[in-house]
Nanobody, 115 residues
């Protein structure tokens, strides 16, 4: 079993920044296949940024140049630095980890971008 706990969400004005954190615990050996998805009201959950195998990164086109994923493998922590936030970034952000064929999800943290 893997447990994922997010923190760092909140309300921010357009153009502002937030940093999300995700702490993994349980049967997890590395932060490969770990990252962030989001789901806005009335929309499907979508990929934001993830670590893939061999330490490669994967970003959604809509966040490239504004969001940065980073991690600490020893601490089993993954972060998402979000800059130049836009109202369309408003969503519940979920930490994700894939082990084998199973996807684990955190409980989600709300990010609201509004003036």
């Amino acid at each position: 079993q893997v447990q994922l706990v997010e923190s760092g969400g909140g309300l921010v004005q357009p153009g502002g920044s937030l940093r999300l954190s995700c702490k993994a615990s349980g049967s997890i050996f590395s932060i490969d296949f770990m990252g962030w998805y989001r789901q806005a009201p009335g929309k499907e959950r979508e990929l934001v940024a993830t670590f893939t195998s061999i330490g490669n990164l994967n970003y959604a086109d809509s966040v490239k140049g504004r969001f940065t994923i980073s991690g600490n493998n020893a601490k089993k922590m993954v972060y998402l630095q979000m800059n130049s936030l836009k109202p369309e970034d408003t969503a519940v952000y979920y930490c994700w980890h894939r082990y084998g064929s199973y996807d684990y999800w955190g409980q989600g943290t709300q990010v609201t971008v509004s003036s």
